[in-house]
Every structure is written in structure tokens, then in C-alpha cells.
């Protein structure tokens, strides 16, 4: 079983920073493939970054790539999104996600398990 609940989201000024964190309470952290992505509202949901099983790959969007950092604590069972030089752009509810392929993807149907969101508002 896979539970996802992320945190870290709230309103920061153009420019801030944010960490979202996504904590995973079930025993298959390390097995899954995870990702981040993101919905602002009447906008369909994005892709917004991965990262492979052991760590040692990532991809992002190329709208957050060198501002984003993604990464994961095997220990924690916690993914992270570090957001650097936020964007009004970047408002939107972020939604953390695992997936059981083979393959690392930006497709949003390739993952099986959703976190609930967290709301990410950056102000101009």
C-alpha cells in the first residue's frame, strides 16, 4: 500500500523559495518511481519533475528546470521538491505521485498512487 501526503505549500513573494515534502507511509517507498506534478486551476495537470528508484536520475519540466530540484530520503520514505526563483507562474496545486512502471515517464497515467495536494500561490 502507498499513502502519499505532501506539505510545504503556501504563499511566498516572486523570487522565494519553497520546499514540498511528501511523506510516504507505506513499505514501498523505494520500489516506486516518484514525481511531482502540478494544476492550476482551468489548466490540465503538468508534469512537473521525476526521479528513479535509487535516486541517481531525474527530469523536469522545462519551465522549472535549474530552479527545481528534485529529490528523495530512503530513510524518511520522504520525496522533496525544492523550488527556487518562484514564478507567479508557478501557482497551481502540487500533487506528488508514484508509479510502479519500469520506465521513469512525465505521463501522468503511468503513476498509481496520489497524494491529496498542496496549494503552492506566488504572489507578483
Do not use: H
Not at 541517481?56 to 528534485?70: D, E, H, L, Q
Amino acid at each position: 500500500q502507498v499513502q502519499l501526503v505532501e506539505s510545504g505549500g503556501g504563499l511566498v513573494q516572486a523570487g522565494g523559495s519553497l520546499r514540498l515534502s511528501c511523506a510516504d507511509s507505506g513499505r514501498r517507498f523505494s520500489t516506486n518511481i516518484m514525481g511531482w506534478f502540478r494544476q492550476a486551476p482551468e489548466n490540465e495537470r503538468e508534469f512537473v519533475a521525476a526521479i528513479s528508484r535509487i535516486g541517481g536520475n531525474t527530469a523536469y519540466a522545462g519551465s522549472v528546470k535549474g530552479r527545481f530540484t528534485i529529490s528523495r530520503d530512503f530513510v524518511k520514505n520522504t520525496l522533496y521538491l525544492q523550488m527556487n526563483g518562484l514564478k507567479p507562474e508557478d501557482t497551481a496545486v502540487y500533487y506528488c505521485a508514484a508509479s510502479s512502471g519500469a520506465i521513469m515517464t512525465t505521463a501522468d497515467r503511468a503513476y498509481d498512487y496520489w497524494g491529496q495536494g498542496t496549494q503552492v500561490t506566488v504572489s507578483s
